[in-house]
């Protein structure tokens, strides 16, 4: 599928992606769901530590914390389990642990950033949680393309790749390399 790209900003082409997933998954996110997807996706691309911490013990240690530090621990916790139940199923076999322990711990840290966190967001914690398996659905058709043996997350990476390089300063790539692209990099 070698179709011309022509959306101008790495927004649009996420936001493309995750419309192509969405269609391919047969599924259909809110304008929240959608535009969260988005800037996490964006903010994997910025940071390289995003899926190589312990999310249980980054559970436990939100926990540990009180508000508004902990919402934001509890979210982080959630948006990894997100990505890696999403993006990198793999790990769960990696790590030693049951498939659906990144989804039932996700759910679980949206939940309880959504006790701690102001109206607004807490709303936005409480349908993540709520739609937790539909984001992860949405990752996961990211990475199945029909046409081809690539996958369209593997694509867009390589798009986002040359695009910071063609735009120096974007913070996208360390050392010509789009954070996460070995499949190595993130254990335990």
Same mark, same amino acid.
């Given at each position: 599928?070698?179709?011309?790209?022509?959306?101008?900003?790495?927004?649009?082409?996420?936001?493309?992606?995750?419309?192509?997933?969405?269609?391919?998954?047969?599924?259909?996110?809110?304008?929240?769901?959608?535009?969260?997807?988005?800037?996490?996706?964006?903010?994997?691309?910025?940071?390289?530590?995003?899926?190589?911490?312990?999310m249980g013990v980054g559970y436990l240690h939100a926990l540990q914390t009180s508000g508004r530090l902990q919402g934001e621990r509890?979210?982080?916790?959630?948006?990894?389990?997100?990505?890696?139940?999403?993006?990198?199923?793999?790990?769960?076999?990696?790590?030693?642990?049951?498939? @659906?322990?990144?989804?039932?711990?996700?759910?679980?840290?949206?939940?309880?950033?959504?006790?701690? !966190?102001?109206?607004?967001?807490?709303?936005?914690?409480?349908?993540?949680?709520?739609?937790?398996?539909?984001?992860?659905?949405?990752?996961? !058709?990211?990475?199945? @393309?029909?046409?081809?043996?690539?996958?369209?997350?593997?694509?867009?990476?390589?798009?986002?790749?040359?695009?910071? !390089?063609?735009?120096?300063?974007?913070?996208?790539?360390?050392?010509?390399?789009?954070?996460?692209?070995?499949?190595?990099?993130?254990?335990?």
């Amino acid at each position: 599928m070698n179709r011309l790209i022509l959306d101008s900003t790495s927004t649009a082409q996420w936001h493309r992606l995750v419309k192509e997933a969405q269609a391919a998954c047969d599924t259909r996110l809110d304008e929240h769901g959608e535009s969260y997807l988005v800037f996490l996706l964006m903010r994997y691309l910025r940071n390289r530590e995003l899926l190589r911490r312990a999310m249980g013990v980054g559970y436990l240690h939100a926990l540990q914390t009180s508000g508004r530090l902990q919402g934001e621990r509890l979210r982080d916790v959630g948006d990894q389990c997100l990505m890696l139940s999403g993006l990198f199923p793999g790990q769960a076999v990696r790590r030693r642990v049951r498939s @659906d322990y990144f989804v039932a711990l996700g759910r679980s840290a949206y939940d309880e950033a959504q006790r701690t !966190a102001p109206p607004a967001l807490g709303d936005l914690y409480a349908s993540l949680a709520e739609h937790f398996i539909e984001l992860r659905d949405v990752l996961q !058709a990211m990475r199945a @393309d029909p046409d081809d043996n690539a996958t369209s997350l593997d694509k867009a990476l390589r798009r986002m790749e040359r695009t910071a !390089a063609a735009e120096p300063g974007t913070g996208l790539t360390k050392g010509g390399r789009i954070p996460g692209q070995d499949s190595g990099q993130f254990r335990h």
